[in-house]
């Protein structure tokens, strides 16, 4: 159904230092850069972080939730302590379950953008 996603940043260095940051406890590599984007690719889909290409400032989406799959509950974690060191805001509550096969990480990027890792426990 998607090709990709791509969210606003006002600042690429800090953007891509965040998401390298984040991402690379999923495996996956550091942002690759194309004019004012940079670009992380999986087998699974496209992540790109732009400077709006109008010039305008860019602006975190009420109610938007980018969410990243995790293969474990240690890549939740890694990633979501990662994503915070990197200059994310933990929110919501801790990483934990909040139903009885999702363990939820939740981090806002420098940007204000919502970011969820989830990891789903395997089918019985």
Known sequence: MFSHIML??????VGKRFYDALLGPLGI??????????FYRSP???FAISTPINGEPATAGNGATTGFLA????????AHAAGVAAGGQSIEDAPGWRSDSMYLAYVRDPDGNKICLMHRKPAA
């Open 8 to 13: 606003g940043v006002n600042d690429l260095e």
């Open 29 to 38: 590599a550091p942002g690759v850069a194309n004019k004012n984007r940079f």
């Open 44 to 46: 699974t889909g496209v």
């Open 71 to 78: 293969q474990s509950i240690e890549q939740v974690n890694t």
